[in-house]
Nanobody, 120 residues
Framework: QVQLVESGGGLVQAGGSLRLSCAAS????????MAWFRQAPGKEREFVAA?????IYADSVKGRFTISRDNAKNSVDLQMDSLKPEDTAVYYC????????????????WGQGTLVTVSS
């Protein structure tokens, strides 16, 4: 059974940094895309960043967030710098099995999310 578990969320002041981690288990994910999404209060879930052998970022986080993965550990991290209050959201880890189209059009596995709150 595939399981994704996020960690690293918390409260930080604007301008600060946080690092989110997602540990995946249940199978090997080295050929799958791993990604981060987020959902702010009252808003729809939105794409943040994804990685397979290349990366892609939402315009709103480009230059501030960095996604990385460790295939040996089946994990993906999101380093978030220069955080803004508008980055406040629940952040979700996701995995896509099909990567022939980039970015993947759909994600097959999701974590439960970790809350990031950025105070002004």
């Amino acid at each position: 059974q595939v399981q994704l578990v996020e960690s690293g969320g918390g409260l930080v002041q604007a301008g600060g940094s946080l690092r989110l981690s997602c540990a995946a288990s249940g199978r090997t994910f080295s050929t799958y895309a791993m990604a981060w999404f987020r959902q702010a209060p009252g808003k729809e879930r939105e794409f943040v960043a994804a990685i397979v052998w290349r990366t892609i970022y939402a315009d709103s986080v480009k230059g501030r967030f960095t996604i990385s993965r460790d295939n040996a550990k089946n994990s993906v991290d999101l380093q978030m710098d220069s955080l803004k209050p508008e980055d406040t959201a629940v952040y979700y880890c996701a995995v896509a099995k099909a990567v022939s189209t980039w970015p993947p059009p759909r994600y097959d596995y999701w974590g439960q999310g970790t809350l990031v709150t950025v105070s002004s």
